[in-house]
């Protein structure tokens, strides 16, 4: 009888541990944070207009959309570390100015986007419905989202306010009024709590007073952030409307993680030009470091923001290249590994009837740098004579591919009215053909260890093995439980 009743307790645990990982898979399911799309890319952006009483010092790229480059009044040494990008040329950046309209298009989409995610979230629980009225100085937060309803409340931090929280939790906060921080007063962070991670979704003026701290983005709808004399924000002032600046310190947090990169190619190759290719998982600006050696020299770039990159290489020699791409967003840069291409003239394949041909020249020299030859240089086959053809064919002296069979220098050709028709003779060298793989085709072994791989597998396999646990001990131990009653 106590062999049954361990057993049936063991049982009874089992059950209770499957419905409490259940609730605490559920309970301990965090927001996720505000997706800026393109916005992103951004430190401060507005679409009216950027002013700024020097000197701040602004790390992070800036923009100003739809407004013309002339609303963008910030001298070009206030940003220390960052892009100034305009929709159209003009005003005190001139001379420092990036022009990409279509970058700052999407950035404006994004960022009406970002600012109806934030606003459209749910709030946690009742209790976090208008906090203390709107007056939150003093207070300390914890993760969450905390909304305040009604046109008519506005959020003061007249003292210290406090979000504490982990690395990974996420704080949002809906204002439907003003938000505005005293003179002095900060917004702090403890216990890993990260500024990228905060979001202040406002829909009347935002102000930060002077000398105050402010952890978090600001997302603005329809006023304008104002960051008053040696005030500091760590973290973004996305404005669809204006935001100004008096001698602030204004730095993006790290929300990106740098550019992860793949699929490098090289196409559409002649004797002077190549298109080098390779793709990135985020939004990334392009770079091409490249030479007839590896200590490179020359670069191309693009600073417009793709997943997608492709630069053109022009003015190029028949030689062999080197080149390494790069690419960067706001999250740092990436590096991809030295690979090499041929711009050497090529065989040209040879056409029906022509006796396999090979090229004539052998790709030259392009004088400068080392040419690794890879063909024999032969030249072009002499006229029809008593049925005989004949040309010669040379081993370059810098030759670095292995030594191929020597190409026929002669071969049998018949003399017709017209242009001589070759036979052509055995010893050409020809290509091999390429063999692609076959595409393997994950099996079950494969896909368990994929599901695993993530935690929410991992959760699901405990709570499946749990429930076929007690479900086996509830038919194995069922005749004893009824034959107690």
């Not at 052998?362 to 029809?384: H, L, N, P």
């Not at 191929?404 to 010893?427: D, F, I, N, R, Y």
């Not at 597998?457 to 194995?476: D, H, K, S």
């Amino acid at each position: 009888m106590k062999n049954s009743k361990s057993k049936f307790l063991i049982f009874a645990l089992l059950s209770v541990a499957i419905i409490l990982s259940t609730m605490f898979a559920s309970a301990f399911a965090s927001q996720a944070p505000v997706n800026f799309g393109n916005a992103n890319n951004f430190t401060i952006f507005a679409e009216s207009g950027i002013t700024s009483i020097p000197t701040s010092i602004i790390t992070g790229n800036i923009g100003v959309h739809p407004s013309a480059g002339t609303a963008m009044v910030v001298s070009c040494p206030e940003v220390v570390s960052g892009i100034i990008y305009v929709t159209s040329a003009g005003g005190s950046t001139l001379g420092c100015q990036t022009v990409n309209s279509t970058l700052l298009n999407l950035a404006k989409t994004d960022n009406l986007a970002a600012y109806n995610n934030a606003t459209g979230r749910a709030a946690d629980a009742t209790n976090i419905i208008n906090v203390a009225a709107g007056e939150i100085g003093g207070l300390t937060f914890a993760p969450g989202v905390y909304a305040y309803t009604g046109a008519s409340i506005n959020v003061l931090i007249s003292t210290d306010v406090t979000l504490s929280g982990g690395a990974n939790d996420v704080w949002i906060f809906q204002i439907p009024g003003t938000l505005t921080v005293s003179s002095g007063k900060q917004v702090k962070l403890i216990g890993g709590a990260q500024a990228k991670n905060v979001f202040w979704a406002v829909a009347g003026a935002t102000q930060l007073g002077t000398t105050s701290v402010f952890n978090g983005n600001i997302l603005e709808a329809g006023s304008k952030i104002e960051i008053l004399t040696h005030a500091t924000l760590n973290g973004r002032a996305l404005s669809q409307f204006a935001v100004t600046l008096d001698q602030n310190t204004v730095t993006m947090p790290p929300s990106l993680s740098p550019p992860t990169l793949s699929n490098f190619s090289t196409g559409s190759i002649t004797t002077t030009s190549a298109v080098v290719s390779w793709n990135s998982d985020v939004s990334a600006d392009s770079f091409v470091n490249y030479g007839i050696n590896s200590s490179l020299g020359k670069n191309v770039s693009d600073s417009t923001l793709v997943k997608n990159h492709s630069i053109s290489l022009t003015g190029l020699s028949s030689l062999t290249y080197f080149y390494t791409v790069k690419s960067c967003n706001a999250g740092g840069c990436v590096t991809g590994p030295i690979q090499t291409f041929n711009t050497a003239t090529q065989p040209a394949p040879a056409a029906p009837g022509s006796g396999g041909a090979a090229p004539s020249g052998g790709g030259g020299g392009g004088g400068g740098g080392y040419y690794c030859a890879t063909q024999w240089t032969c030249t072009d086959y002499s006229t029809c004579v008593s049925g005989t053809q004949t040309r010669t064919c040379s081993y370059p002296s810098n030759f670095c591919a292995p030594r191929l069979v020597k190409p026929t220098e002669s071969q049998v050709c018949t003399t017709t009215p017209g242009t001589p028709t070759a036979t052509p003779s055995a010893g050409t060298p020809t290509a091999n053909p390429t063999t692609k793989p076959t595409p393997s085709t994950p099996g079950i072994t494969g896909g368990v260890i994929g599901a695993l791989g993530s935690p929410t597998g991992i959760v699901v396999m405990i709570l499946v093995a749990l429930a076929i646990i007690g479900a086996a001990l509830a038919m194995r131990y069922k005749p004893i439980l009824l034959h107690k009653q």
